[in-house]
């Protein structure tokens, strides 16, 4: 055979370039069959990214307008109010008419247990008597028994009872309910008891705990922060800012605890120790009174309460701006520093004069 003859392909050649060729065939439908699922997801990716820029700068266009950022604290305000009025309201839907069958039912078994046991006093007295013959007539016997539940009530009054009130999930005490959640400072012993509140009183906690303590840092710091301004520029006046807040704070706090003593009546330190640890909005149970807080009493200890966190907000931000002047005063001392050291080198460095002579060498010459 010689070297120009073509050697034909015989059948196990045919069979390897099949099996070689049908992985790429294979590839190759795959691709066309995904050729339109590739270009829907690239315009899919290009349309959200093209969204995505239009947003941040829709967003940025809005929030650097000098109105909205001067409207921020308010509208927060404003969604603030609105978040807690929507969270009254649902507390009201879900456990004021559960409540007041409660509370009827739990009524109805007192009343049923005080003539019981007036009934049960009574004939113990008149049929226990052994020296002494006492005859009372049917209507006697009423005025007894009528008697003797009256003067159960009033024993009962005197007891640390909790008392069923049907007043309890109304608007305003919803309202009250729903900003101890928010202050993370509750509502004492009292809880929603129906499955809808448990986990609307969840999910409006998950939410609205954020919302409200980034509406007062925000109101406390574009709004009040900005007038103690003048009052950072020097140490002395750091210093000074402090301690008046700080006074304010501690006046405030002993006012709250004043507030306190003149529900209870009973113990002032008590009164000062629930007042201290309601101002960081840390839970104390009152521990006074089994009786339920007037609505409007409660509403103001409240509100007080979030005065003390924004107050505990406006130091917490004077001592950062104190922290953030050292740190930057610092820095600029260490640089001052650094850029006196060069230049204390260049001047120190020795000058030098290159000569060359006629032959072309050079020498140095100081």
């Known amino acids: ?70 409207m921020a604290p308010a509208l927060l305000v404003l969604t603030l109010i609105v978040y807690l009025c929507l969270g009254a309201t649902a507390f009201f839907f879900f456990e004021n008419s559960h409540n007041e069958a409660i509370v009827r039912r739990h009524s109805m078994n007192v009343n ?59 608007l305003l005490n919803s309202f009250n309910y729903a900003y101890g959640l928010l202050l993370t400072l509750g509502h004492d012993s009292k809880i929603p008891e129906t499955i809808g509140g448990q986990v609307f009183s969840l999910v409006y ?25 003048p009052l950072l520029s020097t140490s002395r006046r750091r210093w000074l800012a402090f301690f008046l807040v700080s006074a304010f704070l501690f006046l405030w706090t002993i006012l709250l605890s004043l507030l306190l003593y003149s529900r209870t009546g009973r113990d002032y330190w008590t009164a ?6 309601a101002s960081m909005t840390i839970q104390i149970n009152r521990g006074t009174s089994t009786l339920p807080l007037p609505p409007l009493y409660l509403l103001s200890i409240l509100l007080m309460v979030t005065v003390s966190l924004g107050l505990l907000i406006l130091l917490a931000l004077i001592v950062c701006d104190a922290y953030a002047k050292c740190c930057m005063r610092r820095s600029s001392r260490l640089h001052a520093d650094d850029v006196v050291a060069a ?19 050079s020498h140095i010459a100081h």
């Open 205 to 229: 906690t998950l939410i609205g705990v954020p919302l409200f303590f980034g509406t007062v840092f925000v109101v406390v710091r574009y709004t009040i922060f900005p007038h103690f301004t």
């Open 112 to 170: 049923v247990n005080r003539r019981h046991y007036a009934r049960a006093i009574s004939s113990r007295i008149f049929n226990d008597t052994r020296n002494l013959l006492i005859i009372i007539d049917r209507d006697q016997t009423d005025r007894v028994h009528q008697l003797l539940v009256d003067s159960l009530r009033k024993y009962e009054d005197r007891l640390d009872i909790k008392v069923l009130v049907a007043t309890q999930w109304n």
């Open 1 to 70: 055979m010689t070297a120009d003859a073509v050697m034909e392909p015989t059948e196990t050649d045919a069979l390897r370039a099949d099996e070689g060729s049908a992985p790429e065939a294979d590839e190759r439908g795959a691709r066309r069959a995904t050729r339109p699922l590739r270009a829907l997801a690239t315009h899919l990716e290009r349309a959200n990214k093209m969204l995505l820029d239009r947003l941040r700068r829709s967003t940025a266009d809005i929030f650097s307008s000098r109105l909205v950022r001067r």
């Open 272 to 277: 000062l120790y629930v007042a201290v640890f």
């Open 343 to 361: 230049a204390e080198a260049s001047a120190h460095k020795p000058k030098v004069t290159v000569i060359v002579d006629e032959a072309g060498e």
